[in-house]
């Protein structure tokens, strides 16, 4: 019979036999008689190599012919590199493993970064947060922001001015253009606009300040208001449990005589959010063991003015989670600020569809914002670092059947203390206030420095890897690139440090590295205040190491009558027969592996039979059987 050897199943296949019949029966370690070559299980056996069947050691074949299928070409080149390439991150951060290849929604995504920008085209420096030294604006402690409507780059600014004082300042941007002051009551909350006023409530009562004017009316709303949200073109104000609301025109009075909504049965109830959507408005408060998601219907009233219908629970949270902060954006989206993270909901004609959490965070989430398509959070030391910053939500962005969406880090402070709230202006620039004062985002700055780390590079097997080079695009005509590798145990090692290139395709030697899986960390610093270095791709070659099985092909004798290497007799008639039979026995009963003895080197291991045959060309003769001859067996090393 001629040799053969089965073409060996690369990694990717089924292992070589059923795990449940390798459990039926435990296999004994191989017995050699005395002065014999190979034992097999308990039967020993004399080699017998010749021309025709030669004692044979090697390798098998580690890896199959296969082609690439792969949606992007060459980004699975099976016969040479295997490549993996990204050209985006615009699906944002926190996932472990980039497998665009096997798992299509890890695309455009990566595990983690601090002051870069994934979102645009091009990954890129972002603009740094400037803390504002303007004296009664510097004052640390409580302080609260507010974004204007009316144009794109004023907001409100609530803070200490003295000793048992605070006022308010109108900013464009940068500048100031008027300041209020607010008397001696600290306000209770982030300031509520709308209606051409802003509203700071307090413990006693809603002061209004014209946006036009330095005009402001002290308590124009009297009464203890723990909150206030401009909604629907009314002034929605809560007290304790209750929740009234007001209008604008309404001449001063105490809030309890506005409009009650609703009071809370739990009486240490708190609301915390009002916001609204096309058809009603929803609020959002904790107590009494629960936090819950109220929808508030808006109908047409016998007047013909709209009323507010009673409230119903659009969504209960989880019994660990309280919402703290709710807005709403575009008609079409919720986001929640919960003590666990931040989610999403969609709005529906049927109410709302809230998601997973899209981003958690340690800390409460303490408020939301929002422009363009983002969703802005934060909450108190949420970044990498542990310092307080920003997260941004992309709601264009869902990530596959998840219900979250493409989420990263966005503007830092370098605090690690509270935040209080969040605006953001024109063109994107974040406006934080923290305990440790105000935060605006420079409108032509780059952050000094940032970093980018991608998911990890395994190919969808933890089979090791000999990565060869990596590969980066983009433009470095300014500042610098830092290329480090990241271990599967998430050790960091440089490899090279770019710059001076526009339009550049670098590549960058990993040094053979080798391990189930590599990660990249891209650190770009800027050399001009002004400048970014911007990188629009990367690459990385590797080949796959899986173990060489090892292969034995053993010419084995088997006859009645042997003698061992010491000239010592054996057998009896039908020896021969009792061994081959025993053998194809086990072969054929799906017991699992053989144990295998080598005495010439040594060896001791389980193996699996990759071909067997048994030849026998001699006749019977006398009370002999006849059928001595050659066991020709081919064993795969496990």
């Known amino acids: 019979m001629s040799f053969l050897l089965s073409s060996l199943p690369d990694f990717t296949e089924a292992l070589p036999f059923p795990l449940n019949q390798r459990a039926k029966k435990a296999v004994a370690a191989a ?9 097999i299980n308990s039967l020993s056996f004399i080699l017998r190599p010749s021309a025709q069947n030669p004692y044979q050691r090697g390798f098998g074949q580690v890896q199959k012919d296969q082609f690439d299928a792969s949606e992007a070409a060459g980004e699975q080149s099976l016969r040479t590199w295997w490549l993996r390439s990204q050209r985006s991150f615009a699906a944002g951060s926190n996932v472990r493993y980039f497998e665009p290849g096997s798992q299509a929604d890890t695309a455009d995504t990566f595990w983690s970064s601090r002051g870069v920008d994934p979102w645009g085209d091009s990954l890129t420096l972002l603009k740094r947060a400037v803390k504002v030294t303007e004296s009664p604006e510097v004052a640390t402690g409580w302080g609260q922001v507010a974004a204007v409507g009316d144009a794109a780059s004023k907001f409100i600014h609530v803070h200490a001015a003295g000793a048992g004082a605070y006022a308010a300042a109108l900013r464009d941007g940068d500048t100031v253009v008027r300041t209020y002051a607010l008397g001696a ?15 700071f409530p307090s413990g006693g009562g809603v002061t209004r300040a014209t946006l036009n004017s330095a005009t402001v009316v002290a308590n124009h709303f009297t009464g203890a208001a723990s909150g206030a949200w401009w909604v629907k073109d009314r002034l929605f104000v809560a007290v304790g449990p209750s929740l009234y609301w007001l209008a604008a025109s309404d001449a001063t009075k105490a809030i309890t005589a506005g409009n009650l909504v609703y009071t809370h049965p739990a009486a240490d109830w708190k609301w915390t959010s009002v916001a609204d959507t096309p058809s009603s408005v929803v609020a959002a408060g904790y107590g009494g063991g629960s936090s819950n998601l109220y929808t508030i219907g808006v109908v047409e009233g016998a007047s013909g003015l709209p009323t507010l219908n009673t409230p119903t629970v659009a969504w209960e949270a989880p019994t660990t989670e309280q919402i703290i902060c709710l807005g709403s954006y575009m008609g079409s989206y919720l986001v929640i600020g919960t003590t666990r993270g931040a989610r999403v909901a969609l709005v529906t004609g049927d109410g709302h569809s809230v998601g ?5 965070t340690v800390n409460p989430v303490l408020d939301v914002a929002f422009y363009d398509r983002y969703a802005y959070v934060t909450s ?15 709601l ?18 370098g605090y690690t203390g509270d935040p209080q709230s969040l605006a953001v202006i024109g063109k994107g620039r974040v406006v934080l206030r923290t305990d440790d004062g105000l935060y605006v985002q420079s409108a032509t ?8 780390e991608t998911g990890y590079v395994r190919y969808a097997t933890t089979v090791s890897k000999h990565y060869q080079s990596a590969s980066l695009t983009g433009d470095i005509s300014t500042g610098t690139v830092t290329v480090e590798v990241v271990d599967a145990e998430g050790g960091r090692e440089g490899v090279a ?20 899986a590599l990660a990249l ?12 270095p911007r990188i629009t791709g990367w690459s990385v070659a590797a080949l796959p190491l899986p173990e060489a099985p090892r292969l034995y092909r053993l010419p084995l004798q088997a006859f009645d009558f042997e003698r061992n290497r010491d000239g010592v007799g054996f057998g009896y008639v039908g020896w021969s027969m009792d061994r081959v039979v025993a053998l194809e026995e086990f072969l054929n009963s799906g017991a699992g592996p053989v144990a295998v003895k080598i005495r010439d080197t040594g060896e001791e291991f389980l193996a699996v039979v990759d071909s067997y045959s048994f030849s026998s060309t001699a006749p019977a003769d006398g009370p002999h059987n006849g059928l001595g001859g050659v066991v020709d067996v081919t064993l795969r090393r496990l």
């Open 396 to 413: 264009s962005r869902p990530l596959g059947e998840t219900t979250r969406y493409a989420a990263a880090s966005d503007m830092a402070t």
């Open 185 to 199: 009551t600290a306000p209770a909350a982030k300031p509520a606009v709308g209606g051409g006023y802003a509203w």
């Open 356 to 360: 997973q959490l899209t981003v958690e």
């Open 445 to 452: 700055e780059f952050e000094p420095s940032g970093w980018l």
């Open 521 to 532: 960390r891209f650190t770009m610093s800027r050399t001009e205040t002004a400048q970014t």
């Open 380 to 394: 108190k030391a949420n970044l990498v670092g542990g310092h307080t910053g920003v997260w941004r939500i992309d």
């Open 497 to 516: 440090t770019l710059s001076g290139s526009t339009g550049w395709a670098k590549p960058v030697s990993l040094a053979g590295q080798v391990g189930s």
């Open 31 to 39: 017995s050699l008689d005395d002065g014999f070559d190979v034992a």
